[in-house]
């Protein structure tokens, strides 16, 4: 028999009918607090100065970065009229970075960590600082803005992947993921927020401003680069950059199997499903015209910092690799669904969870390089991861571009969102190493 007395009466109890009800809400509360810690973006990175001090500086000098990017393009249009001479910037950005991310790769392996990224950072902000003093002198050369450009993206080139491959020096291993999502997020803003200042700034107050801007947000970055510790090679690569210590980092590459389809798996994503070359002619011929151009670009942008928002819950996934898998498909998935879809509003909330996944893949993708590669090799990795992220989404446009001239817009967009998500699979299932990758091997 128990001992616990038997409730009081509701009819002699006035609180009887109130009392039940606020045990449910509370418990209620309880939930959904506890829900949003788990899928609230993870901070606890911003706990360490020195990461902190880097989250802020990248955030910071990347929105002056992307407001760069606008003000060069709108500023070699207004001294050609030439849309040639906008997409010559685009290898002029693109050939540097191929050439010099994967030497400044190697370079962050045999080198000073700390040291390189503040020199590579000064040759970004000094050619920042050349773009200023061509706007404010009214020099109006096209070669010597294109020559700045790749300067610019010279340093750009060797800072990538040295800064992703300090972040696993700074922080334990399980708050990696995390610091990844902070990074990727707070570059989806920027990307955001960079030209829509370039807008605002360009129109009512110039190049000379547009670049003055950023010349100052870039000293942010740079004050963080200073401020962090010392972080010499830890393996045996010291005093040997070059062709030879770019060569062993690939061949390395081919010996690891979950590191190379870590590579594999994003250019499938981006060259078999990256629609962007088909949003003029989508917008034009189904949407109305140039306005939804903007809306299609910008909701796989959004949908990142949304996914990056509300994601908690990637650092407690152990099963990285079979995750990877799966968020590339949804990826593909979405893109398809995004594609078949005859309301504007539907397909920018398709490409909007389409993002999503992407910055989920891209979290997974750089976290398996960062804690799986060793140190001695991380910055030749992540000098690769850089030329894989810059040149994926091209290789997509070719693709989607040619596919779209030759079967239409639609069958290339569908088609090739489709075809990811089961090459995907296909291709990472059959790797039994990287679909049984977990986080804590």
């Known amino acids: 028999m128990s001992s616990t007395p038997d409730p009081p009466s509701p009819d002699l109890d006035p609180t009887a009918d109130a009392a039940p009800s606020a045990a449910p809400r509370g418990a209620r509360s309880t939930r959904l607090g506890g829900l949003a810690r788990r899928t609230a973006i993870d901070t606890r990175p911003l706990r360490h100065p020195a990461y902190r001090r880097l989250w802020i500086g990248q955030a910071v000098s990347y929105t002056g970065f992307a407001l760069t990017s606008v003000a060069i393009s709108v500023q070699v249009y207004d001294l050609t009229k030439s849309s040639f ?12 970075l191929i050439v010099f991310g994967l030497w400044g790769g190697a370079v962050a ?11 590579a950072s000064l ?6 600082l050349g773009l200023l003093a061509q706007a404010l002198f009214r020099v109006g050369s096209v070669p010597l803005i294109i020559g700045l450009v790749v300067v610019q993206a010279v340093g750009f080139a060797v800072t990538s992947p040295t800064r992703g491959a300090v972040i696993p020096r700074l922080l334990p291993t399980t708050l990696v993921p995390a610091a990844n999502t902070l990074n990727f997020t707070a570059s989806q803003v920027a990307t955001f927020i960079g030209p829509m200042l370039a807008g605002v700034v360009v129109g009512h107050g110039g190049y000379a401003v547009a670049y003055g801007i950023d010349a100052a947000l870039f000293t942010v970055g740079l004050y963080a680069a200073i401020r962090l510790p010392s972080m010499p090679p830890l393996g045996d690569e010291t005093g040997r950059p070059g062709l030879r210590s770019v060569i062993e980092g690939l061949r390395f590459l081919t010996t690891r199997p979950v590191l190379m389809m870590s590579f594999v798996v994003d250019i499938i994503a981006m060259g078999v499903a990256m629609p962007r070359a088909l949003f003029p002619e989508v917008a034009d011929t189904r949407f109305g015209g140039e ?3 903007g809306w299609l670009i910008a909701a796989i942008a959004v949908g990142a910092v949304i996914g990056g928002l509300l994601s908690g819950w ?14 590339i498909a949804a990826w593909g998935l979405a893109v398809a669904a ?5 309301s504007l509003w539907l397909a920018v909330l ?3 969870l389409g993002g999503a996944a992407d910055l989920v893949s891209a979290v997974f993708r750089q976290t398996i390089l960062q804690t799986y590669a060793p140190d001695e090799m991380r910055g030749r990795l992540q000098g690769v991861f850089t030329v894989v992220v810059a040149g994926g989404p091209r290789l997509g446009d070719l693709r989607a571009g040619a596919v779209g001239a030759a079967i239409g817009a639609t069958a290339s967009w569908v088609g090739g969102g489709l075809a990811c998500a089961i090459l995907v699979v296909l291709v990472g299932l059959a790797v039994p190493s990287f679909r049984g990758y977990t986080a804590d091997r």
């Not at 392996?109 to 020199?119: E, K, S, Y």
């Not at 995004?338 to 005859?342: D, E, Y």
């Open 85 to 96: 001479w906008v997409g010559m910037l685009g290898p002029a950005n693109l050939i540097p």
């Open 109 to 119: 392996d045999a080198m000073d960590r700390r040291r390189l990224l503040i020199l």
């Open 123 to 128: 040759i970004t902000w000094v050619s920042t």
């Open 291 to 293: 306005e939804a151009v």
């Open 314 to 327: 990637i650092g407690r996934i152990r099963r990285q690799g079979i995750a990877l898998i799966a968020v």
């Open 338 to 342: 995004a594609g078949l879809a005859h």
């Open 350 to 352: 398709f490409l909007a």
